[in-house]
């Protein structure tokens, strides 16, 4: 069998955006993905559907899996033929023990690459609004590990040379070393005034500074039990915070804000909370698909081939105006077809849906709602008029039942269908109990109905208790009402029931 191919890959310090375009490509093509904590579980989402995802991080019931069993690990992926990743927190060379893993696939005739990423040493200061130079205050920066015993750090740190070698210092691994850490550097010549900060889990959602001076910020971590990881820096530039930090200042910063919405939906919300500096952590309970079946597709068929006959065509979602398509293309339909009829589009991304196939929405209502429509559509539609629906097998009742009592003959058509989807993330759970899920957002009444049903098939017991730690924003009414009857209860529903309208409440929640 042909050998696979090793990629060690820098995951960059947390923020799943901060890896490299060719990491990022390197895990679109993994066959296998070999990951632990530092390297966010967020990366994964990156990789195909399909590819195996290995965890030898820590787990309650496990210790981290040995460095020699990991070094084995990716050999015998490899000699399975396997396109393997190994994902590792910030840059793989820096205290990434890339070395020892590359010499053994070296040896046994694998190919690697080493893929480089944005090391916490750097990246962490910064998103604290610490440079580790500055033109006045810092010529040079040294990185030093703080992870070793006492009595090593003395055997391999020379603290007399280190300790003035460069303006700023950084350390790695030292949380639990820092009143040593202070003592030695004072020891060798730096004054007790000397500033320094630890910045806990830099560019995640629990990114957390502590700043003091070596004179006193020992104590000043004991009193906020700062635990690791966390990167320390000492030097002058320190005090470059007060001015220069940026992250804290945006809206939604330190929230990490479930998105459950359909994956090829999701991208507008993600992006927006990022954007006012939250964390999304897309969990989609949703996915769409073509209705199986032929009964499904002869009556799908049957409704299209009567295009001529239509005087609306009303859309009510994105997702309906992109499977309307699919089926038209898959019937050979051509849109012309339906020349009489006028579109409706149920609100303003539906419309904008349309208009990027060349249609513009004939009638748009005011809100976002079904009953929305209806009220512009009542002038508008005429008794003895055939209107076709083309939507979602969860659409609600109240457009065609109302068409109807205006006399308007309706033909309904399911061109997607919504299904459960439980993501594979062994991690969710966990981050609600240790309330590391800030606000969980629904779209819908089926990602109300459905997270709940992902948790429990996640193993969680009592969904409902699982959620109370966080807040629950809900898009419209619609949906806050069925997060009511299933025990949640929304705090955050916009006036406008739309996915932006739904990013200005959670900001407005947090002013
Ligand atoms: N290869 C990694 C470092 C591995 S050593 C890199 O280049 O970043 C692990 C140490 O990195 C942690 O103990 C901590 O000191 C630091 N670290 C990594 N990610 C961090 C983060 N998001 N926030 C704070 N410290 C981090």
């Known amino acids: 069998m042909e050998k696979g191919k090793v990629y ?54 496990r210790h981290t899996m040995k460095q020699e069993a990991i070094n084995q690990l ?76 006492p009595e090593k750090l003395d055997h391999s740190i020379y603290w007399d040379k280190v300790t003035n070698a460069t303006g700023t210092l950084v350390f790695l691994m030292g ?119 032929e009964e499904a597709e002869s009556a799908i068929e049957r409704a299209l081939v009567r295009a001529e006959e239509y005087d609306w065509v009303m859309l009510t979602s994105v997702n309906g105006v992109d499977y309307f398509f699919r089926w038209l293309e898959r019937f050979g339909v051509d849109i012309r077809r339906f020349h009489r009829a006028k579109f409706a589009a149920v609100g303003p991304k539906t419309a904008e849906a349309l208009a990027q196939r060349g249609i513009r929405a004939d009638l748009l209502p005011e809100s976002y709602r079904a009953e929305s429509l209806l009220d512009s559509l009542a002038d508008q539609v005429a008794e003895g008029q055939t209107a076709l629906l083309a939507r979602g097998n969860l659409a609600r009742e109240i457009l065609p039942q109302e068409l109807k009592k205006k006399g308007v003959r309706t033909v309904e058509i399911d061109v997607y269908e919504t299904a459960l989807s439980v993501p594979a993330d062994i991690w969710l759970p966990e981050m609600l109990q240790n309330g590391e899920i800030h606000i969980v957002t629904f779209t819908s009444s089926s990602t109300v109905l459905n997270l709940l049903e992902s948790l429990r098939r996640l193993g969680v017991e009592d969904p409902q208790a699982a959620l109370s730690r966080c807040e629950i924003a809900c898009i419209g009414p619609v949906t806050a009402r069925t997060a009511e009857q299933h025990g949640l209860t929304p705090t955050i529903v916009p006036d406008e029931y739309t996915i932006e309208g739904l990013v200005q409440a959670l900001v407005g929640k947090r002013e």
Do not use: C, M
Request: charged share 25%; proline share 6%.
């Open 175 to 293: 949380v639990a070393k820092i009143g040593y850490i202070s003592e030695q550097l004072i020891k060798h010549g730096r004054t007790p005034e000397t500033p320094v900060a630890l910045v806990r889990w830099g560019t995640r959602a629990e990114q957390r500074t502590v700043a003091g001076t070596l004179g006193d910020i020992e104590e000043k971590v004991k009193e906020a039990n700062l635990q690791p990881p966390a990167v320390i820096v000492v030097g002058d530039v320190v005090k470059q915070r007060e001015t220069l930090a940026w992250v804290e200042s945006k809206p939604l910063f330190g929230r990490r804000v479930l998105v459950t919405r359909a994956r090829s939906q999701a991208s507008e919300l993600a992006a927006r909370i990022d954007e006012l500096g939250g964390e999304p952590y897309e969990f989609p309970v949703i996915e769409t698909r073509l209705p199986e079946g």
């Open 8 to 61: 060690l890959v820098g995951a960059g310090p947390g923020d799943p955006k901060l890896i490299t375009v060719r990491g990022q490509e390197a895990l679109k093509r993994a066959d296998v993905v070999v990951y632990d904590r530092l390297a966010g579980p967020h990366l994964l989402n990156y990789a195909r559907a399909e590819a195996e995802r290995i965890y030898v991080g820590k787990l309650p019931d």
């Open 74 to 149: 990716l050999v015998d992926l490899a000699l399975q033929g396997k396109t393997v990743i190994r994902l590792k927190g910030g840059d793989p060379t820096v205290f990434g023990r890339v070395g020892e893993e590359a010499e053994l696939l070296k040896r046994n005739g694998i190919t690697y690459e080493i893929i480089p990423g944005i090391t916490s040493a750097i990246a962490v200061p910064a998103y604290a609004g610490i440079p580790v130079t500055h033109r006045d205050l810092a010529s040079s920066f040294s990185v030093i590990t703080g992870h070793e015993s």
